[in-house]
């Protein structure tokens, strides 16, 4: 974080990273540009660290929900800016990408972390003929969760949230919440 010039956290980060790693849920509201990525990266990349069982293949630790592929692909972006040297894998799946690429990358890859569209997302679940195990799920975050039911993606969040464990700890990240 230091090499890329991250030395001192914003109020939103500083109010939700001890939250989130004391295994607690949170709800966030914040404008743009105050650091809400990092308020959950940085926790997220923290627990799988920690993790007392590394994670075995095709067990999934954490899933990062984005209502679009731009959202998506920022996230991805700034885990790779400095999460990369964590150790800990990440994978990035958005509509408008070949699925059948995507299930073969996954088999051959198994991230510890989804960067994901709910539709893709969903899309995989149902067809990860690999076992994709997400038993060992800790941590699940909606960016931009009001933006997610605004588009209209309950339904598929429902169907998501039906496949995952219900122990784990759970991150609202918004603009603006309603």
Same mark, same amino acid.
């Given at each position: 974080?230091? =090499?890329?010039?991250?030395?001192? %956290? ?12 004391? &295994?607690?849920? !949170?709800? !966030? ?17 923290? %627990?799988?660290?920690? /993790?007392? &069982? ?14 679009? =592929? ?9 885990? /790779?800016?400095?999460? =990369? ?9 958005? *509509? *408008? ?7 073969? &990358?996954?088999? &051959? ?17 149902? =067809?990860?003929?690999?076992? %994709? ?7 699940? !975050? ?11 993606? $309950?339904?598929?969040?429902? $169907? ?5 464990? /219900?122990? /784990?700890?759970? *991150? ?7």
């Amino acid at each position: 974080l230091s =090499r890329e010039g991250f030395e001192v %956290m914003t109020p939103v980060q500083a109010a939700t990273i001890p939250l989130f790693l004391s &295994h607690k849920d !949170v709800a !966030v509201e914040a404008v743009t540009g105050s650091g809400k990525t990092l308020s959950f990266l940085i926790p997220v990349l923290q %627990m799988l660290l920690r /993790r007392e &069982h590394k994670l075995k293949p095709y067990e999934v630790g954490a899933i990062i929900i984005s209502p679009t =592929r731009e959202l998506a692909k920022q996230i991805y972006q700034v885990y /790779r800016g400095f999460g =990369r040297e964590s150790k800990i894998e990440a994978a990035l799946l958005v *509509g *408008g990408t070949n699925v059948v690429q995507d299930l073969e &990358h996954l088999k &051959h890859f198994q991230p510890d972390i989804l960067i994901a569209t709910p539709g893709r997302l969903l899309d995989i679940i149902q =067809r990860a003929e690999f076992s %994709m195990k997400l038993s060992e799920l800790e941590d699940l !975050v909606l960016d931009e969760a009001d933006v997610l039911l605004d588009l209209g993606f $309950e339904n598929t969040l429902n $169907e998501i949230l039906s496949t995952l464990p /219900r122990q /784990r700890r759970t *991150g609202l990240f918004s603009a603006t919440q309603t």
